[in-house]
């Protein structure tokens, strides 16, 4: 038998914490079943043969995100844009983002690959800087937004610390596109002459730890319940099988 006789001032504090602590549980429970639903889109993505670039535009890129797109076209060298602070092993260096005129006129963003900061001006690369209209394969990428204490663009410079699309677009004479500012390619594998920029760092680490943050957050619920149990078994309020704690005199 179990009977307790709460106590006012601990239930008024520990009842909404309690809530919270469930409330925050389920919320995470949620959340991992959205990001195991984005997980399977993008291995199903990873896995799919490429598509074309005209096949992505007509459905949803972002849909496609992390899949293989064709693009043909001819780079903007001149307008390319640097990624600072990247690294690559132990060694620091750059991305470089450079505009694609696709064969239909349109500007897409293609992310080339690292290169070391020693190789940052074209002029010490020129091997890589390939003239004419190319083909090209690429993993769809999302547009970047700043996040939360990271340091702004600085456009001017050159320097870019996230894809800002819709700019970077801009910049490189591209019209305001509801579709193309969505979205940014990043190049295979495939190696470029001279061997810079180095393509394939797309990075698919996207961790799913949202088991244990509900696990964490129902312990916490638990541990508070035991704790509001046990005090009120020291203070002579709850009855367990017909005993009760007589309360400290």
Same mark, same amino acid.
């Given at each position: ?55 992505? =535009? /007509?459905? +949803? !890129?972002?849909? *496609?995100?992390? %899949?293989? @797109? ?47 900061? =020693? /190789?940052? +001006? !074209?002029?010490? *690369?020129?091997? %890589?800087? @390939? ?119």
């Amino acid at each position: 038998m179990f009977r307790l006789r709460p106590l006012l001032w601990p239930t008024v504090v520990s009842l909404p914490i309690l809530a919270l602590c469930l409330a925050l549980g389920v919320w995470q429970m949620e959340r991992r079943e959205w990001k195991r639903d984005i997980l399977d889109r993008i291995a199903a993505n990873q896995s799919a043969p490429p598509i074309s670039f005209d096949a992505l =535009l /007509k459905a +949803d !890129p972002l849909r *496609r995100e992390y %899949g293989k @797109v064709t693009v043909a076209g001819t780079f903007l060298h001149d307008k390319e844009f640097h990624l600072a602070a990247r690294s690559r092993g132990n060694d620091v260096g750059i991305q470089v983002v450079t505009p694609v005129v696709t064969d239909r006129g349109a500007i897409v963003l293609f992310d080339r690959g690292w290169v070391p900061s =020693l /190789k940052k +001006d !074209p002029a010490k *690369r020129l091997e %890589g800087q @390939v003239a004419g209209r190319v083909q090209l394969t690429g993993v769809v990428r999302r547009a970047q937004v700043q996040r939360q204490f990271a340091p702004d663009n600085a456009p001017d410079r050159n320097i870019w610390f996230h894809v800002d699309v819709p700019l970077m677009r801009k910049l490189a004479g591209g019209a305001p596109d509801p579709v193309l500012d969505t979205f940014f390619l990043e190049a295979d594998a495939t190696p470029n002459p001279g061997g810079l920029p180095i393509g394939g760092q797309t990075r698919l680490d996207i961790p799913n730890d949202h088991l244990q943050y509900a696990i964490t957050w129902f312990l916490i619920g638990l541990a508070l319940v035991g704790v509001y149990l046990a005090y009120h078994w020291e203070n002579g309020r709850l009855t367990v099988n017909g005993r009760t704690k007589a309360p400290a005199p």
